[in-house]
């Protein structure tokens, strides 16, 4: 199974701050890697798609880049409703393969 | 608008058997595989199954494979899962996923408890 190695495992940051997290991928998967923001008790909700296209109706303070085995979600600037806990999936090869989630906090 | 509506969860008992169903709308079933992923309370997300979109091929995560059954009838624009052996392991909100460059759409989800 590919292992998919997301780091931070948690963060605390202020609104307007430049915020970054990435997925490590045991190996190459191309670009095919979607990132998710999932709030308390709700369903996660695709934000980047095919590592750097930004979902329909997302935010463009969101952009995902990478290919191969390093890929990065960027908040550009952070805002109130981002704080969340951000999850990266390898489609490439099943089983399918999620990180380990970035909960990102209040500082 | 692409709509995804889970039911089924309950509570059972390790060794029993559940069957949960994905009623979807706003899209058309065919153009479109399926999954069930699920998450454990307070845990990550785990892939679970996948469908193609004629029903015709399945993959499951070995974690489930000979337990669970995953189909669909597209005439009725529904997913199904059906878990058999559960174990206490399989405590979990499960979601159903439209697929398209990755899971896309996601239901709300339906919990399963697995407990004696």
């Known amino acids: 199974d590919i292992q998919m190695t997301q780091s931070p495992s948690s963060l605390s940051a202020s609104v307007g701050d430049r915020v970054t997290i990435t997925c490590r991928a045991s190996?190459?998967?191309?670009?095919?890697l979607v990132w998710y923001q999932q709030k308390p008790g709700k369903a996660p909700e695709r934000l980047i798609y095919a590592a750097s296209s930004l979902q329909s109706g997302v935010p463009s303070r969101f952009s995902g880049s990478g290919s191969g085995t390093e890929f990065t979600l960027t908040i550009g600037s952070l805002q109130p409703e981002d704080f969340a806990i951000y999850f990266c999936l390898q489609y490439n090869t099943y089983p399918w393969t999620f990180g380990q989630g970035t909960k990102v906090e209040i500082k | 608008e692409v709509r995804l509506v889970e039911s089924g969860g309950d509570l059972v008992q390790p060794g029993g058997s559940l069957r949960l169903s994905c009623a979807g709308s706003?899209?058309?079933?065919?153009?479109?595989?399926m999954h069930w992923v699920r998450q454990a309370p307070g845990e990550g997300l785990v892939w679970v199954s996948r469908i193609s979109g004629d029903g015709s091929e399945t993959v499951y995560a070995d974690s489930v494979k000979g337990r669970f059954t995953i189909s669909r009838d597209n005439a009725k624009n529904t997913l199904y899962l059906q878990m058999n052996s559960l174990r206490v392991e399989d405590t979990a909100v499960y979601y159903c996923?439209?697929?398209?460059?990755?899971?896309?759409?996601w239901g709300q989800g339906t919990l399963v408890t697995v407990s004696s």
């Open positions: 996923a439209t697929s398209r460059y990755g899971p896309e759409y």
């Open positions: 706003g899209f058309i079933p065919s153009t479109y595989s």
């Open positions: 190996q190459g998967i191309r670009n095919d």
